[in-house]
C-alpha cells in the first residue's frame, strides 16, 4: 500500500459518526442540571462573591432559553432572596457570533430578607 493513498471511506464514515456522538454527548452534559450545579454554579459563586443555590436549572441552548427554579442567592452581608423562578430567552445567533443579547427575562416568586446592619463603636 503506498502512504499517499486517501483514507478509506470507512475510515471518514467511522471519523463523522464519532464526531456526530461526541457532540451529542457533549451537548447534553453540558446542558445538563447536575453539570451546571457542580460545575457552573460553584465558578458563579466565586466570580459574583454570593452564594447561589438553585433547586432545578435548564438550559436550552438551541432554542435559548434558561429556566431555573428555586433560585437562592446569600451575599453574606445580610441580603437573602429565596424561592425565586427566572426564565430568560437570548440571541442564539448572537451567542454563535460571541456576544449575549437578552430577549426576555421573567422574574416571579421572590422572598427577599435584608438582615439589619449592625453598627460597630469604638470607644477610645
Known amino acids: 500500500m503506498n502512504s499517499s ?3 478509506k471511506k470507512g475510515c ?5 459518526i464519532f464526531s456526530v456522538i461526541f457532540s451529542i454527548v457533549s451537548y447534553l452534559i453540558l446542558t445538563s442540571s ?6 457552573v454554579l460553584p465558578v458563579a459563586e ?5 452564594e447561589i ?22 451575599d453574606k452581608k445580610g441580603l437573602n432572596i429565596k ?8 440571541g442564539v445567533l448572537d451567542l454563535i457570533s460571541g456576544g449575549i443579547s437578552v430577549e426576555s427575562l421573567d ?5 427577599i430578607e435584608i438582615a ?8 477610645t
Open 34 to 39: 447536575i453539570f451546571l450545579k457542580s460545575v
Open 83 to 90: 424561592d425565586g423562578d427566572v426564565n430568560l430567552s437570548f
Open 12 to 16: 471518514l464514515l467511522k471519523l463523522v
Open 116 to 123: 439589619a446592619l449592625e453598627q460597630t463603636t469604638q470607644t
Open 46 to 50: 466565586s466570580i459574583a462573591g454570593i
Open 5 to 7: 493513498t486517501p483514507p
Open 53 to 74: 443555590e438553585v433547586d432545578d436549572i435548564n438550559v436550552s441552548l438551541l432554542s435559548g432559553k434558561i429556566e431555573i427554579e428555586g433560585l437562592k442567592l446569600n
Open 107 to 111: 422574574v416571579k416568586f421572590f422572598d
